[in-house]
């Protein structure tokens, strides 16, 4: 069974850069769905990266385009969050979800049967 951990979470200052990491245990398959999704406090959880297990490319939400960059290690079972220029309204706790079933790799939470504890980021002004 697949368990993921995030970690890397904390606070920091406007501007600055926090990494995210998600650290897999169990086997996971190629070519499946990995996102990283947030949810602030009374806020709806939105998808800010995704990408495929074991392939190259990565997609992101409009907010954090251009700012966060998603990676992955397979060898490691681990995937990272890379978030600069960090803002305010970044602010939130951040999971990562993986989706088991072959499928679209979407930012649609129910799509994602597997997801971590959740890290906190708290980026202040």
């Known amino acids: 069974q697949v368990q993921l951990v995030e970690s890397g979470g904390g606070s920091v200052q406007a501007g600055g850069s926090l990494r995210l990491s998600c650290a897999v245990s169990g086997s996971i398959n190629l070519g499946r769905c990995m996102s990283w999704f947030r949810q602030a406090p009374g806020k709806e959880r939105e998808g800010v990266a995704r990408v495929w297990t074991g392939g190259k490319w990565a997609t992101y939400a409009n907010s954090v385009k251009g700012r966060f960059a998603a990676s992955q290690d397979m060898a490691k079972n681990t995937f990272d969050l890379q978030m600069n220029s960090l803002k305010s309204e970044d602010s939130a706790t951040y999971y990562c979800?993986?989706?088991?079933?072959?499928?679209?790799?979407?930012?649609?939470?129910?799509?994602?049967?597997?997801w971590g504890q959740g890290t906190e980021v708290t980026v202040s002004a």
């Open positions: 979800a993986y989706r088991t079933p072959e499928g679209p790799c979407t930012f649609d939470p129910p799509d994602f049967d597997t």
